[in-house]
Antibody, heavy 124, light 110 residues
């Protein structure tokens, strides 16, 4: 059973860098793509970015210049860094497996496993 | 404002059928990209409910079904149950902004 667990400081000061870790068990991070998704309190989901083929990344254009993602294959962990944070970055942050689900020889990518999420609050 | 538009809320009595629409554009749903649906129960992480327009992952009851046509997609819940009360999100790839979600729809069981 694949499980994802986010961790990191729950409080970050405005203008500083948010750093989160996603620990993966039950699957090797080298076998799938992985995304970060966030959700402000009472609001909808926003895709933050994806890391694929272990080193390539793709980010939400609205956040692109501030987002850095990486992996540690030896620890089976993913990392997210979001720089110059403001109150607008306060949210629950999820990591999710972006996995190919194959049916009758056709494969489709979807976020099939999610972590429980971690709340990050940006303080002034 | 979300790239994919969903109604903020829908409601129905137990046993009824409810549908949730997800309206996109020619850069996402209309471009042929697959639509996925997620269910988020109160206080929990989202869970994949429907993938690639109309496919259910193992363990998802068959009262949930999805469809797609043109620039829109829909999620239907047949025989609504109290445990279906949750937020539902559609998601698709967009050629301009990459992965996008709908704003979410709260389903209330009356």
């Amino acid at each position: 059973q694949v499980q994802l667990q986010e961790s990191g400081p729950g409080l970050v000061k405005s203008s500083e860098t948010l750093s989160l870790t996603c620990s993966v068990s039950g699957d090797s991070i080298g076998t799938a793509d992985w995304s970060w998704i966030r959700q402000p309190a009472g609001k909808g989901l926003e895709w933050v970015g994806r890391i694929y083929t272990r080193v390539s990344t793709e980010s939400n254009p609205s956040l692109k210049s501030r987002v850095t993602m990486s992996v540690d294959m030896s620890k089976n962990q993913l990392f997210l860094r979001l720089s110059s944070v403001t109150a607008a970055d306060t949210a629950v942050y999820y990591c999710a497996r972006d996995h190919a689900i194959c049916v009758s020889g056709i494969c489709y990518d979807a976020f099939d496993v999610w972590g429980q999420g971690t709340l990050v609050t940006v303080s002034s | 404002q979300s790239v994919l538009t969903q109604p903020p809320s829908v409601s129905g009595a137990p046993g009824q059928r409810v549908t949730i629409s997800c309206t996109g554009s020619s850069s996402n749903i209309g471009a042929g990209y697959d639509v996925h649906w997620y269910q988020q129960l109160p206080g929990t992480a989202p869970k994949l409910l429907i993938y690639a327009n109309n496919n259910r992952p193992s363990g998802v009851p068959d009262r949930f079904s999805g469809s797609k046509s043109g620039t829109s997609a829909s999620l239907a819940i047949l025989g609504l149950q109290a445990e279906d009360e949750a937020d539902y999100y559609c998601q698709c790839y967009d050629s301009s902004v990459s992965e996008v979600f709908g704003g979410g729809t709260k389903v209330t069981v009356l």
